[in-house]
Nanobody, 114 residues
Framework: QVQLVESGGGLVQAGESLRLSCAVS????????MGWYRQAPRKQRELVAS???????NYADSVEGRFTISRDNAKNTVYLQMNSLKPDDTAVYYC????????WGQGTQVTVSS
């Protein structure tokens, strides 16, 4: 079993920044591919960013250059630094990993006002 707990969401104005954190249970964190997804109202859940165990990152075109995913293996935590936020970034953000099965966090709301 893998447990994911997100934190760091909130309400900000356009142009501001937020940092999301996802704490992962267990001692296998360093071997896990980690991802951040988001789901806006009436839209499908979409991949925002991912990071492999080796640190290779991947971003959705819509956030490239504004968002940065990183991981701290000593803290079993993955981060999503979000800069220059836009109203279109408003969504529930979910932490994700896969280890045999898919594991999701409970989600954290990010709201960006114009």
């Amino acid at each position: 079993q893998v447990q994911l707990v997100e934190s760091g969401g909130g309400l900000v104005q356009a142009g501001e920044s937020l940092r999301l954190s996802c704490a992962v249970s267990g001692s296998i964190f360093r071997s896990l591919l980690m991802g951040w997804y988001r789901q806006a109202p009436r839209k499908q859940r979409e991949l925002v960013a991912s990071i492999t165990s080796g640190g290779t990152t991947n971003y959705a075109d819509s956030v490239e250059g504004r968002f940065t995913i990183s991981r701290d293996n000593a803290k079993n935590t993955v981060y999503l630094q979000m800069n220059s936020l836009k109203p279109d970034d408003t969504a529930v953000y979910y932490c994700y990993t896969r280890r045999g099965a898919d594991y999701w966090g409970q989600g954290t709301q990010v709201t960006v006002s114009s």
